[in-house]
Nanobody, 120 residues
């Protein structure tokens, strides 16, 4: 099972970006999916989560600006980021709780991270 994240880049403050993360491999089912971020010199922090039933939770720091969504048919989670601020600059990681098809174990998987840089 692999997670591949993409969509990061350089954007000016007030701009928007959309991150995507696709899960692939021997997948039996996907439970929650979500996003975390890690800024330079800081610990990784949770950003948003979406359940298999599309219930969402978002960190207060991004609430009203970021929206998490998913396409279950594509095993993909998205993060729409609007009104970006310089403090949103970080490496963004996707995560998914997946039960694999082969050994039927459920665990969290992580993507490789995608850089988001917001200039002032």
């Amino acid at each position: 099972v692999q997670l591949q994240a993409y969509g990061g880049g350089l954007v000016q403050a007030g701009g928007s970006l959309r991150l995507s993360c696709a899960a692939s491999g021997s997948i039996f089912s996907i439970n929650s999916m979500g996003w975390y971020r890690q800024a330079p010199g800081k610990q990784r922090e949770w950003v948003a989560t979406i359940s298999s039933g599309h219930s969402t939770n978002t960190a207060d720091s991004v609430k009203g600006r970021f929206t998490v969504s998913r396409d279950n048919a594509k095993n993909t989670v998205y993060l729409q980021m609007n009104s970006l601020k310089p403090e949103d600059t970080a490496v963004y990681y996707c995560s998914a709780n997946i039960r694999d098809l082969v050994v039927r174990l459920t665990r969290n998987y992580w993507g490789q991270g995608t850089q988001v840089t917001v200039s002032s």
